[in-house]
């Protein structure tokens, strides 16, 4: 069974400097998608970014991106600029073959005006 | 805008009343879940739905069922809730190999 770990409970950053929260996870499969979510206090969880494993380049959405180390199965999120907008829960999630998706435990972002 | 939609985004109920939550969506996915988060924690699925085959988590309490009547709708039941059931519980679709997953605000259910 797959797992992803985000061995951050806790992050904070001042506004305007750049943060990278961990996630690491195991699977046997080798064709699989990777995914950012934000969590903001209304509570809706939305879409960050997202990562195919076939491909190797890293995704970017403006001031987010990714470091995608597939043979270390390291998935690490990088944030830009932050803005206060961006505190929030940060969920890394792994989806599997059935159409599943697995979430770690999170990562509480702080962002320090 | 397509969209997927909880209602109702905060519900109370008793020890042991029967509660159901609904989840409609615009999107015409094909597969629809139902998560349970509670406080501070990672999301937990509870079933998904592709199409009409219903998906059990092993460790799903029997408490809970659902319903997909159509494409566009999908019931959450809890037969007894228990003051453990209250949390957030989300619903999400998607369409099969087309990630990723497009989330309801939530519905909060508080057990008195």
């Known amino acids: ?113 | 805008d397509a969209m997927v939609i909880q209602n109702p985004r905060y519900q109370v109920t008793q020890f042991g009343k029967p509660v159901t939550l609904s989840c409609s969506q615009t999107l015409n996915h094909n597969v629809m879940y139902w998560y349970q988060q509670k406080s501070s924690q990672a999301p937990k699925l509870l079933f998904h739905y592709y199409d009409k085959d219903f998906n059990n988590e092993a460790d799903t309490p029997d408490n809970f069922q659902s319903r997909r009547p159509n494409t566009s709708f999908c019931f959450l039941d809890i037969r007894s809730p228990g003051l453990g059931d209250a949390a957030m519980y989300l619903c999400a679709t998607s369409n099969t190999g087309d990630p990723p997953l497009h989330f309801g605000n939530g519905t909060r259910l508080t057990v008195t």
Not at chain 1, 12 to 32: F, G, M
Not at chain 1, 69 to 89: E, H, T
């Open chain 1, 1 to 113: 069974a797959q797992t992803v770990t985000q061995s951050q409970p806790e992050m904070s950053v001042q506004e305007a400097e750049t943060v990278t929260l961990s996630c690491t996870y195991d699977t046997s499969e080798s064709d699989y998608y990777l995914f950012w979510y934000k969590q903001p206090p209304s509570r809706q969880m939305i879409l960050v970014i997202r990562q195919e494993a076939y491909k190797q380049q890293n995704a970017t959405e403006n001031r987010f991106s990714v470091n995608f180390q597939k043979a270390a199965k390291s998935f690490s999120l990088k944030i830009s600029d932050s803005q206060l907008g961006d505190a929030a829960m940060y969920f890394c999630a792994y989806l599997n073959r059935d159409d599943k998706i697995i979430f770690g435990k999170g990562t509480r972002l702080h962002i320090l005006p």
